[in-house]
């Protein structure tokens, strides 16, 4: 097949593209800057322009762009940066998406699990509705931005990933250094709920969805058991073989990160029910595996 990727450099993406390349799939990259060759094409996803004859041709679209949430401090603009990147680029591929005559069957857009805000210690899964806060509102009217797509009878998916268990990138990307250096510890309390998944699993999961004709809507990519803060911290020194003493108190980590450590401070904890009741496998559902292939790999 030919798919089409947005954001395909990211951490994500580069792992999805390079696993549909071994494949045999065709990858099409949507890229910001000038193509470097026939597998890429320029779109601007804040400027809204994307040559939908570009797509011709294509199965699949899987989105994945947008700025890196966790990358600097939330200040006002950055805010602005987060959210147009994700609203008006979904916006900008669903506009050439629908003005195709023959457009891709399925769009798989990238998605967050920040989509359910604070949950605690409730369990939420696809049919809970969206929390609120910043990350809430900004994950709601990203899908929205998408709803064109499925209305014009494109199967439309939205990847609401929870936090991803690799070592080259995303807030877990940042964890492994503080460990492996002894000052891993626990963030703030510790009892809040992380839904994590392995990357491979995140991978194959995106796979599945593309491969699952009657996957639509919100598909929650997390492993089947959260874990709490304080339970990963113990799994990253078993591992990694390091002390977790060091503590890091909730107000230095907001000081330290201002409103985007509660990302990590906050409670999430998610039931993959729509990956379950559809026989998703997991390669690796448990922390310490998920863990040990992220050294492995990436
Ligand atoms: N990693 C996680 O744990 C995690 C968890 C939940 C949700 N997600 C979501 O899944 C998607 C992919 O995640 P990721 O970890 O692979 O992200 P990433 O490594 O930050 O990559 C995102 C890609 O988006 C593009 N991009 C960067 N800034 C942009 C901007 N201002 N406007 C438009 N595009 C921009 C870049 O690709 P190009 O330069 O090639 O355009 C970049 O490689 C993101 O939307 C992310 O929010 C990730």
């Not at 097949?1 to 450099?9: L, P, Q």
Request: aromatic residues 6%.
């Amino acid at each position: 097949m030919r798919i089409a990727v947005t954001g395909a450099s990211g951490l994500i993406g580069s792992a999805l593209t390079a696993d549909l390349a071994r494949d045999g799939h065709e990858v099409l990259r949507l890229v910001r800057r000038a193509p470097a060759g026939p597998g890429e094409v320029r779109w601007d996803p804040v400027r809204r322009a994307l040559d939908p004859r570009a797509l011709a041709g294509c199965a699949a679209v899987v989105h994945l762009a947008g700025a890196g949430v966790g990358d600097r401090r939330w200040t006002a603009a950055r805010k602005k940066v987060l959210y147009d990147s994700r609203v008006l680029g979904t916006r900008t591929l669903t506009a050439a998406l629908t003005a195709m005559d023959e457009p891709p069957r399925v769009l798989l857009c990238g998605s967050a699990i920040g989509y359910y805000g604070e949950t605690g210690d409730r369990w939420v899964d696809e049919d809970s509705p969206a929390g609120t806060g910043f990350l809430a509102e900004l994950v709601r009217d990203w899908e929205q931005a998408a709803h064109p797509a499925a209305a014009a009878g494109i199967r439309t998916a939205f990847a609401r990933t929870g936090l991803v268990v690799a070592s080259g990138g995303g807030a877990w990307g940042r964890l492994f250094p503080l460990f492996r250096a002894g000052l891993g510890g626990r963030l703030g309390s510790g009892r809040q709920f992380w839904s994590f998944i392995a990357m491979r699993d995140e991978i194959a999961a995106l796979r599945h969805i593309l491969d699952t004709p009657a996957l639509s809507g919100p598909v929650n990519l997390t492993a089947p058991e959260p874990l709490t803060n304080r339970e990963v911290t113990a799994a990253m020194g078993r591992v990694l073989r390091r002390p977790t003493l060091a503590a890091v108190p909730a107000p230095v980590l907001r000081a330290a990160l201002g409103e985007f450590a509660g990302d990590v401070l906050g409670s999430q904890r998610v039931r993959p029910a729509r990956l379950l009741e559809s026989g998703f496998t997991y390669t690796y559902p448990e922390i310490d595996a998920a863990i040990r292939a992220a050294l492995r790999t990436g």
